[in-house]
């Protein structure tokens, strides 16, 4: 773990998390014409985290997510709506954006980099994901990471920093989660959140 890496993520989260990120905007993800939505939950894509000793997941398709600590779902007028964590929330998604009560976060992409920041009910959230690297701030900097690719396809293994304590995390991703370069927005996002401390 590479503690003074997590350590300047940690000091340098409120700036960026304020600041607009430049890059294009991820497009949405948005279902095919006609596609309709299945009566049967099958996911696309899964993020698990073990990242605070014990694991958590969320997994996703195009008009849910769902997981321990998330249960959104996508209406028909394309808002996303449902909770997280102990927040219900509806959130509105354009691409590059999601905004709702407490919530405005910018979603873009500069070269082979995808930036997720803003805030997330008076929290500053950043996070970076590009080949080989998942890195990020939560809880307006309280916690910070530092994951790297691991020899297992999908995998990212090293520092999770929250209050002071360092721990070994570790981010599996699986399915269309797995492509970070595109990622499904804000299935993406909102998974993340819902799995980071």
């Given at each position: ?14 700036a960026l998390a304020c600041a607009t990120p ?169 998974a993340l959140i819902a799995v980071m401390p």
């Amino acid at each position: 773990m590479n503690f003074a890496r997590l350590a300047v993520l940690a000091a340098s989260s409120a700036a960026l998390a304020c600041a607009t990120p430049s890059g294009a905007p991820i497009p949405v993800t948005t279902p095919a014409p006609g596609e309709v939505k299945a009566r049967d939950f099958l996911a696309t894509g899964e993020i698990f985290s073990n990242v605070q000793g014990s694991g958590t997941s969320a997994a996703f398709n195009d008009f849910r997510i769902a997981g321990p600590r998330v249960n959104m779902t996508r209406n028909p007028n394309g808002q996303w709506a449902g909770n997280i964590g102990e927040r219900n929330m509806i959130l509105t998604v354009a691409p590059g954006r999601i905004t709702g009560d407490g919530v405005d976060l910018y979603v873009v992409r500069k070269n082979m980099t995808v930036s997720i920041q803003g805030m997330y009910f008076q929290r500053q959230v950043w996070f970076t994901m590009k080949p080989g690297e998942i890195q990020g701030t939560t809880d307006g900097g309280n916690c910070s990471f530092d994951l790297t690719q691991t020899a297992t396809p999908g995998t990212f293994g090293g520092g999770v920093g929250c209050g002071g304590n360092i721990r070994q995390g570790i981010l599996q991703l699986t399915g269309t989660a797995a492509n970070i370069e595109s990622p499904p927005m804000p299935q993406m996002v909102l998974a993340l959140i819902a799995v980071m401390p």
